[in-house]
């Protein structure tokens, strides 16, 4: 029987099998895989959360939810929760640099070497926050905040 146009196993990235003759050796073929082809079952990870934990994470609605539950417009909104994202960052790259220079395991030139890895990134955290301060401002002065909405302003910028 000729075949047209099928793949050999080379180009098909399936290892080849060699050819079986004869009844007894297609019985070994099946018992092997038979035995390779049995799926096993892996027991995964398992989470379970008291009541009142479930309660409190229902009741927050994420770390932004007072932003957004604010009444303030939109795009002070999004620039509030700019400044928060950009804080946060700065507070964790200060923390790495507590743990890097808290390690005994680096050598000097490790730890200046990450220190000012560090210090470049909050160099750069630090103009992204100062502009996100200014183009809050300068919305706030575009949008003619009453004063309660100004005041709430101040009160979610303090908020970490």
Same mark, same amino acid.
């Given at each position: 029987?000729?075949?047209?146009?099928?793949?050999?196993?080379?180009?098909? $990235?399936?290892?080849?099998?060699?050819?079986?003759?004869?009844?007894?050796?297609? @019985?070994? /073929?099946?018992?092997?895989?038979?035995?390779?082809?049995?799926?096993?079952?892996?027991?995964?990870?398992? @989470?379970?959360?008291?009541?009142?934990?479930?309660?409190?994470?229902?009741?927050?609605?994420?770390?932004?939810?007072?932003?957004?539950?604010?009444?303030?417009?939109?795009?002070?909104?999004?620039?509030?929760?700019?400044?928060?994202?950009?804080?946060?960052?700065?507070?964790?790259?200060?923390? /790495?640099?507590?743990?890097?220079?808290?390690? /005994?395991?680096?050598?000097?030139?490790?730890?200046?070497?990450?220190?000012?890895?560090? /210090? $470049?990134?909050?160099?750069?955290?630090?103009?992204?926050?100062?502009?996100?301060?200014?183009?809050?401002?300068?919305?706030?002065?575009?949008?003619?905040?009453?004063?309660?909405?100004?005041?709430?302003?101040?009160?979610?910028?303090?908020?970490?």
């Amino acid at each position: 029987m000729t075949a047209i146009g099928t793949l050999s196993p080379g180009s098909s $990235g399936i290892a080849a099998s060699p050819e079986v003759t004869g009844p007894d050796a297609a @019985v070994g /073929r099946e018992d092997t895989l038979s035995r390779t082809a049995t799926p096993t079952l892996v027991e995964g990870v398992k @989470v379970s959360l008291s009541g009142a934990a479930i309660a409190k994470s229902a009741a927050v609605g994420g770390e932004n939810s007072d932003i957004d539950n604010s009444g303030l417009p939109e795009n002070i909104q999004q620039l509030l929760k700019m400044i928060r994202k950009i804080q946060k960052e700065i507070i964790e790259k200060k923390a /790495r640099m507590a743990a890097v220079m808290s390690d /005994r395991t680096l050598s000097n030139e490790e730890k200046i070497n990450k220190l000012a890895a560090l /210090r $470049g990134a909050i160099a750069a955290l630090n103009s992204g926050l100062i502009t996100a301060n200014l183009s809050l401002s300068k919305v706030m002065n575009q949008s003619a905040l009453n004063p309660d909405q100004n005041l709430k302003v101040g009160s979610l910028l303090t908020k970490p």
